[in-house]
């Protein structure tokens, strides 16, 4: 079995990215002590923008007039499906208790955090999709406080389309501010925000180096690099809907990887040909990303069976996995590395990205090894207790006390001593280490 790269990247995401980290330190440094007045410079140098940060009610129903229609009824229908698609997720996660053994119950809790910041991108495109996103999923698991910022336009604030999907989707309160700025005023409370306790959402690298950067602070949904994508194709795909595919994830960025991995050569051969032809029928500034991604990031594998081709999407573990294959049953149960899995032609990447239900808020750069996209599950902490009768304290009590010494730490013995000597007053115990040296 071997693998043939015909298409080999030049480039990789990863290595590309600029060392922002000195300059992401400074801003949220002097944000931390100047607060918002340090925001507001920052938003007046970087956004270009000098009316107020924090989003009116008289605002959002005047960007609620200028939306037409037809989109509001999109941007509806979409936070339907992505509601009803976190309301499924939550229900699966179940406060439990069991009695470990005679007298000792225990069990676990699922408690929402109290407050979250959503960061909704704003600049080559105008991120609707990731308002819904990010905000809808956080209300679903019970956040009390969401809170949205989105950079806004000079002189025009927030896209009124972004800003109807956020007050949709139940914001508490939206900031015009946009970049490092937006990231450190969520996290430190600022503009009379409650503190968050995780930050979510895509953005530009300052954005993402800035959570990174805060993270332990705050909790934040995953370090997000450029968007990846792989298609896994065989004799049966049609390769016009395979070059499209590539073609319309590779819009995102210059440097955003995509990958085609397949059995069958005439089928690689053929999306080459076609995608140059694709990039150049898309505006010029989609065009511009697209063919950057294409001709330095993109690579097209080809394989000897399916197995080999499981085994370099599992490698790879993107983003976005698509599958035009048959037996799209074995594909489901066999991959195992991947940040959401779409199954057949009849779907494709966009429809995740933009209102299918799934969130679309994803790992990238390889993190799908060792974890998934936002959920519901991100804004909710799972918290344990315990309880104990008195009758349970003896063999909990003992085995407490000997292990404690065994390891030195005689505090913690002597706490169990003294619950021994309370409740079973006259009984002797033996309560040193155990036999066992190690």
């Known amino acids: 079995m071997t693998v043939t790269y015909l298409k080999k990247a030049g480039r990789t995401a990863e290595t590309d990215q600029p060392d922002v980290r000195a300059a992401v330190e400074r801003m949220l440094a002097e944000i931390a002590s100047g607060g918002d007045d340090v925001a507001l410079r920052l938003a007046r140098d970087l956004d270009k923008w000098d009316g107020e940060i924090v989003v009116t009610q008289d605002d959002i129903r005047a960007a609620r007039d200028r939306v037409p229609e037809k989109l509001k009824a999109d941007i509806r229908f979409a936070h339907d499906n992505i509601r009803r698609f976190a309301e499924a997720q939550r229900a699966t996660i179940h406060d439990c208790s069991v009695e470990i053994l005679p007298g000792l119950t225990a069990g676990q809790r699922q408690i929402p955090v109290q407050a979250a910041g959503c960061y909704v991108p704003g600049g080559r495109y105008s991120h609707i999709a990731s308002a819904i996103m990010t905000i809808t999923t956080a209300k679903v698991a019970g956040v009390a406080h969401v809170s949205a910022c989105s950079p806004p336009r000079p002189g025009a604030g927030i896209p009124p389309a972004i800003l109807y999907a956020m007050d949709l989707c139940g914001a508490d309160t939206v900031l015009n501010l946009g970049g490092v700025q937006a990231v450190a005023a969520m996290a430190n409370g600022l503009f009379g925000l409650p503190k968050a306790d995780i930050l979510v959402g895509p953005g530009n690298q300052y954005v993402a180096e800035a959570k990174r950067i805060l993270y332990g602070q705050v909790g934040i949904d995953m370090f997000a690099g450029p968007t990846d994508s792989m298609i896994v194709a065989d004799r049966g795909a049609d390769p016009v809907l395979v070059a499209w595919d590539l073609v319309g994830q590779a819009e995102h960025g210059y440097n ?25 029928e898309l505006p010029e500034v989609n065009a511009r990303n697209a063919r950057a991604a294409w001709e330095s990031y993109a690579e097209v594998i080809l394989c000897d069976a399916d197995e080999e081709m499981a085994g370099v999407a599992d490698a790879h573990a993107p983003e976005h996995l698509h599958v035009q294959a048959a037996d799209l049953d074995w594909w489901q149960g066999r ?50 207790w315990q309880r104990a009768t008195r009758e349970a304290s003896r063999a ?23 619950r021994l000597a309370k409740f079973f007053p006259g009984e002797t115990f033996d309560l040193g280490p155990s036999d066992d040296p190690t």
């Open 256 to 280: 955003s990887p995509v990958w085609l991995v397949t059995t069958d050569r005439a089928l690689a051969e053929r999306v080459m040909a076609l995608v140059p032809g694709l990039i150049a």
């Open 396 to 418: 909990l009590g003992i085995a407490t006390a000997r292990i404690s010494r065994l390891e030195g730490m005689e505090g913690h013995a002597r706490t169990a001593d003294v």
């Open 335 to 384: 991959l195992m590395a991947y940040g959401s899995l779409f199954l057949g032609e009849e779907t494709t990447v966009a429809y995740g990205d933009k209102c299918a239900g799934p969130n679309h808020v994803l790992p990238t750069s390889g993190a799908a090894r060792y974890t998934g996209g936002l959920s519901v599950h991100k804004f909710m902490k799972t918290v344990t």
